[in-house]
């Protein structure tokens, strides 16, 4: 029987251990790592995986880009796709800091307790990786999405690369400069999701509770002092105000089945390539 190979490339000096860790986790044989990927040293990597096997066996060799710049591997997959010569290929996912796992496990979360469609979404802090991916991710299922940054011009470029990516979908930017700024963004939401730098209160915990349409508020940080006020990191459906409540943790259980129900599929064909949309499908498949 051929043998799964996972080939990991990360940008950062050592190749991630929780990664490598999830991939052998997730039934892969042999897991080749190679840290300080450079874009140069893309296309031998790719051919090498490409051209000692072929037809069926394709499927079983893949690559998993990581890291913790997103940027950088975002530009490492493009490189990988540019590689591939027609039907010769094999399957890809990107998966960057956690960045669509989380954020796919975010909006599966929120969609527990609301329908998306038509629903006001406030991602607090949207600029961010993560906080890019839960607007698209949202505002791609139909929901009303408000951007939210410190910096109008930030929060409008990352609106702007989304209607890109997801067409004709309802998001806007808004620049919370003040309290009263934040709390004219918060009214009438009914899900916040903040997705702010770790160790950074977005919002208050006496701001939340005022909020009368609150139907779920879900913290990605899990470094103190929460990104939410009153969210804790291992909070999972808790009561909130008039809404529940998740931390990170809370929604760490289906980010780890997300991330290993993706790499798992990878091997299902050759020519799988698994971003935010793609992870996101994997996610809601699981509940």
Known sequence: MTKRILIQLDSDSQPSSFDSVVAIDSGVDHLL????????????????????????ELRNTAIFVGGSKVDVAEKLLTACRDAFFGPVRVSMMLDANGCNTTAAAAVVAAGRHVPLGDTKAVVLGGTGPVGRRVSQLLAADGANVILTSRSH?????????????SGQVSIEPFAVENQQALESSLRDAEIVIACGAAGAELVDQETIQKMSQLKVAIDLNAVPPAGVGGIGVTDKAKPLGVGVAYGAIGVGGLKMKTHKAAVQSLFESNDRVLDAEEIYAIAKAIG
């Not at 929060?155 to 989304?162: P, R």
Request: hydrophobic residues 40%; contains cysteine.
């Open 33 to 56: 790592r190679y840290g300080q990927v450079e874009l140069s040293a893309v296309v031998p990597l790719v051919h090498g995986a490409m051209f000692t096997r072929g037809g069926d």
């Open 153 to 165: 011009e930030r929060a409008s470029q990352a609106c702007h690369e989304i209607i890109e990516k």
